[in-house]
Nanobody, 127 residues
């Protein structure tokens, strides 16, 4: 099992940027497909972005496409989420997730497909 720890959340204004990090330990990070999810108050957790073991293969929720960028640095055992042009509706607790994939080209878009989770980091965007 891989241990995941998110960081980088905070309080920002609409239009600002933030970069979240997800540091992995306890397993070979490069073996894992990874994803970001978020949960706003009173709402279910939702998919944000996913990245395959091969870092060039990514997928995004429509609501963040063009504003957020997911990436990974396997040498640092860390995944990132660069968030630009933040909106108040991006306010949520952001979670990183990981799983061993069926193959190196797969990414996963639903929380049920992941079995390793971080504790979350709060992002608050004021208007």
């Amino acid at each position: 099992q891989v241990k995941l720890v998110e960081s980088g959340g905070g309080l920002v204004q609409a239009g600002d940027s933030l970069r979240l990090s997800c540091a992995a330990s306890g397993a070979t990070f490069s073996s894992y497909a990874m994803g970001w999810f978020r949960q706003a108050p009173g709402k279910e957790r939702e998919f944000v972005a996913a990245i395959a073991r091969i870092g060039g293969l990514t997928n995004y929720a429509e609501s963040v496409k063009g504003r957020f960028t997911i990436s990974r640095d396997n040498a640092k055992s860390t995944m990132y989420l660069q968030m630009n042009s933040l909106k108040p509706e991006d306010t949520a607790v952001y979670y990183c997730a990981g799983r061993l994939p069926h193959n190196s080209l797969r990414y996963y878009n639903t929380e049920q497909e992941y079995d390793n989770w971080g504790q979350g980091t709060q992002v608050t965007v004021s208007s």
